[in-house]
């Protein structure tokens, strides 16, 4: 019996002895309580003792030690061996005493509705259509998307020879670019043609009757340097300049690009005397010679005989000619008759008739002692009226002169007792290349 009591004694003498204290604010106690943080210590061979929230195991002969402060669900545990141990979650403590979990909350960024540093724009949503992208810049011409409202097009390229130029719009002639299919900014291919100057791919994007040689618009000296130029011209009206700078002012002729494989320079009465200058002179003068408003030589004689030519300038030179149309016209009055006999031909350009009544109106070139061909080699029967007109007997003859030349020439003449003579250009024209 009183060995139970003297143990019993020693049980409450450990369990009561140490120092009673509490801690503040830091939470820290020897076998103490704080708040509701309980500490227990026991010893002995057996049983154990719990206190609070801590136990101890009486038999393993170790101890824990817990606590815990307020809200605050970390437990730091001691071990026997010295370490410690902590489990439950951070807290942290702000300057107004307030406490706060550690969760992680997400900066600025683009889409956020909020213009940041670094951001142009941030209109929150992710339509690449309105005036903001989704990446925050502005919407721009070259970015790729098509701006509703403002752009027709954008192809994010700086090629203006597709479908959307730089303007982010389809290629237009008034646009300010070489766009689409143009050879020049803004004419050439389904635009205007160029003026002189102008960078061409062919004389199609030329205008004002130039033609493309070496890639730019130009007026040439002939239809053959045209042709040459450019193989794929067409027949139809095209500016030359004869002389270049010199003193025949460039001007509009037709082109053949058909006969013979093209190139041939048509020359009308019209352009013969306004433009190339030609000349009418004579060997043998008539009392009645000149042109008419039309530019159309003509002479007439009232007995005897009389022999011209007609010389035109053209000065790029020519091998060969061809009459197109061609007519001549009687030029007889009081009953008197104009006559050509296939019995005698021109063969001089110093005479022009054969004395007793006959003449011939004929061409070549005038560096040449004589005609090339004439209306007497020809015909098939003769002619012999007052004011007839007769077709050229060979209109689909090509002529070659025995070298290049630079002077066309027409002679013609008449001999005998009538009043007669001739227009030796009444219609047509004469394509010299």
């Not at 020693?10 to 009673?20: E, F, K, N, P, Y």
């Not at 007439?300 to 007609?310: I, K, L, N, T, W």
């Not at 030029?331 to 009544?357: C, F, P, R």
């Not at 209306?375 to 002169?401: F, K």
Request: glycine share 16%; with cysteine; proline share 3%.
């Amino acid at each position: 019996m009183l060995e139970w009591v003297f143990g019993f004694s020693l049980i409450c003498a450990a369990a009561c002895s140490g120092d009673d204290s509490t801690t503040g604010a830091s939470g820290s106690e020897s076998d103490s309580t704080t708040g509701g943080s309980t500490s227990g210590t026991s010893g002995g061979a057996s049983g154990f003792t719990t206190s609070g929230g801590g136990e101890t195991d009486g038999g393993s002969g170790s101890a824990t030690s817990a606590s815990s402060t307020g809200a605050d669900t970390t437990t730091t545990a001691s071990t026997s061996d010295g370490t410690a141990t902590s489990t439950g979650n951070p807290t942290t403590s702000d300057s107004d005493g307030t406490s706060s979990t550690g969760v992680a909350t997400g900066g600025p960024s683009c889409g956020d509705g909020l213009v940041d540093d670094g951001e142009e724009c941030d209109d929150g949503n992710d339509d690449e259509t309105d005036a903001c992208l989704s990446s925050c810049v502005a919407a721009s011409c070259g970015d790729g998307f098509v701006q509703a409202g403002v752009e027709t097009c954008d192809d994010g390229n700086d090629d203006n020879t597709d479908a959307c130029t730089t303007l982010c719009a389809a290629p237009a002639c008034d646009d300010g670019l070489l766009s689409g299919d143009e050879s020049d900014v803004d004419c050439g291919g389904s635009c205007d043609p160029c003026d002189l100057g102008g960078v061409c791919n062919n004389s199609n994007d030329c205008g004002g009757g130039g033609v493309c040689q070496a890639g730019v618009c130009a007026i040439l000296a002939s239809c053959k340097a045209i042709k040459e130029a450019d193989p794929g011209t067409e027949s139809g009206m095209y500016t030359i300049d004869v002389d270049g700078d010199a003193d025949i002012e460039a001007f509009q002729v037709f082109c053949d690009m058909d006969t013979d494989g093209g190139g041939f320079t048509e020359l009308t009465p019209m352009i013969a005397c306004t433009n190339l200058n030609a000349i009418m002179a004579f060997d043998v003068q008539a009392p009645v010679s000149g042109l008419d408003n039309e530019c159309r030589p003509y002479t007439q004689d009232a007995a005897g005989g009389h022999s011209y030519h007609y010389t035109i300038p053209f000065p790029p030179g020519f091998t060969e000619f061809y009459l197109h149309e061609y007519k001549i016209k009687a030029n007889s009055t009081n009953g008197n008759t104009s006559d050509i006999y296939t019995s005698w031909y021109q063969t001089l350009w110093t005479l022009a008739y054969k004395t007793g009544g006959t003449g011939d109106v004929s061409f070549g070139a005038a560096e040449e002692m004589g005609p090339v061909t004439s209306y007497a080699r020809l015909i098939p029967a003769n002619i012999d009226c007052q004011n007839c007109e007769s077709d050229w007997p060979g209109m689909a003859t090509v002529y070659m002169t025995a070298a290049e030349s630079k002077q066309l020439r027409i002679g013609w003449g008449e001999h005998g007792g009538q009043v007669e003579g001739w227009f030796p250009w009444w219609a047509g024209t004469i394509r010299v290349r």
